[in-house]
């Protein structure tokens, strides 16, 4: 038998949780009434909002504020496992309308819980409702430190196309003059306009790609943290693990497996995009 479609913003409760079995999707940009804390129990979900783009794996979470505007895709199965906050019930929201942070121990044990309500609970459910205001006042001390774990979306087509061209061979080799010339600019402009335009160089920018992408690829079943080393450019076993380690504070061969720790939840399927908006 067919779940049954959820409409986000149609749901009666003020708050609750919804989750999903995800087979590699995109969203579609959209936004939703109510604040959202956006979480993978398993697998990665890649997050974007107008000015910036995160990876999520386990144990990091997203905060999006009512009314932001925003896109999730998945490139592999992954298990969502995402809360919606009723704006009212959040006296105290986290600054700007999206952070990214790392989940403690018991911001994840909740958020796994919580799934006991979904968007079909009472309304008046009292024990749901002390919940979820628990949740959304430890909220704002877990979003208090928000991690960098982002690259910068291009706001002009030249950017957009060195940023495409980059993101295209993260394998190697690929150089800065490759990326001018697909951006139809000279080198030293390319340079600044990556420093005016996305606040950071071009060479911390294929960094941090490799290193987002090499969070990806470890997050799949089966990955390999040699394999994924040569994936993302790096010459050297070696070579990956420090930059690895000192981007995300853990060892690839830790972060692979803390992933690999499948979590199953309940499903609440969400409406297809083009006709109800879905969860993300």
Same mark, same amino acid.
């Given at each position: 038998?067919?779940?049954?479609?959820?409409?986000?913003?149609?749901?009666?409760?003020?708050?609750?949780?919804?989750?999903?079995?995800?087979?590699?999707?995109?969203?579609?940009?959209?936004?939703? +009434?109510?604040?959202?804390?956006?979480?993978?129990?398993?697998?990665?979900?890649?997050?974007?909002?107008?000015?910036?783009?995160?990876?999520?794996?386990?144990?990091?979470?997203?905060?999006?504020?009512?009314?932001?505007?925003?896109?999730?895709?998945?490139?592999?199965?992954?298990?969502?496992?995402?809360?919606?906050?009723?704006?009212?019930?959040?006296?105290?929201?986290?600054?700007?309308?999206?952070?990214?942070?790392?989940?403690?121990?018991?911001?994840?044990?909740?958020?796994?819980?919580s799934t006991r309500w979904g968007p079909e609970r009472a309304p008046r459910d009292k024990v749901a409702?002390?919940?979820?205001?628990?949740?959304?006042?430890?909220?704002?001390?877990?979003?208090?430190?928000? +991690?960098?774990?982002?690259?910068?979306?291009?706001?002009?087509?030249?950017?957009?196309?060195?940023?495409?061209?980059?993101?295209?061979?993260?394998?190697?080799?690929?150089?800065?003059?490759?990326?001018?010339?697909?951006?139809?600019?000279?080198?030293?402009?390319?340079?600044?306009?990556?420093?005016?335009?996305?606040?950071?160089?071009?060479?911390?920018?294929?960094?941090?790609?490799?290193?987002?992408?090499?969070?990806?690829?470890?997050?799949?079943?089966?990955? &390999?943290?040699?394999?994924?080393?040569y994936t993302v450019g790096f010459e050297s076993l070696a070579a990956f693990t420090h930059a690895f380690?000192?981007?995300?504070?853990? +060892?690839?061969?830790?972060? &692979?497996? &803390?992933?690999?720790?499948?979590?199953?939840?309940?499903?609440?399927?969400?409406?297809?995009?083009?006709?109800?908006?879905?969860?993300?």
């Open positions: 038998m067919p779940r049954p479609l959820v409409e986000v913003d149609a749901v009666p409760a003020s708050t609750f949780c919804l989750t999903d079995e995800l087979v590699p999707f995109s969203s579609g940009w959209h936004t939703h +009434r109510r604040h959202q804390l956006l979480y993978a129990a398993s697998g990665a979900l890649h997050l974007e909002v107008a000015e910036a783009q995160w990876l999520l794996p386990p144990q990091r979470a997203a905060w999006l504020a009512g009314g932001t505007r925003h896109r999730v895709s998945a490139t592999q199965p992954a298990t969502l496992c995402t809360v919606y906050l009723e704006p009212s019930h959040v006296p105290a929201a986290p600054e700007g309308d999206c952070r990214v942070f790392v989940l403690p121990p018991l911001a994840r044990e909740m958020l796994l819980y409702e002390s919940f979820f205001s628990a949740l959304a006042h430890l909220l704002v001390e877990w979003a208090a430190e928000p +991690r960098e774990w982002r690259l910068p979306r291009a706001r002009t087509p030249e950017l957009e196309r060195a940023m495409a061209y980059t993101l295209a061979r993260l394998a190697g080799p690929v150089t800065l003059g490759g990326a001018a010339k697909a951006a139809g600019l000279s080198q030293r402009t390319l340079a600044r306009r990556f420093e005016e335009e996305a606040g950071t160089s071009w060479r911390r920018f294929l960094h941090d790609a490799r290193m987002l992408r090499a969070m990806e690829l470890l997050a799949e079943d089966g990955a &390999r943290v040699t394999q994924t080393a380690t000192a981007f995300t504070g853990e +060892r690839p061969r830790d972060f &692979r497996q &803390r992933v690999a720790r499948g979590v199953t939840l309940p499903v609440h399927a969400t409406a297809p995009p083009r006709r109800r908006k879905r969860a993300g």
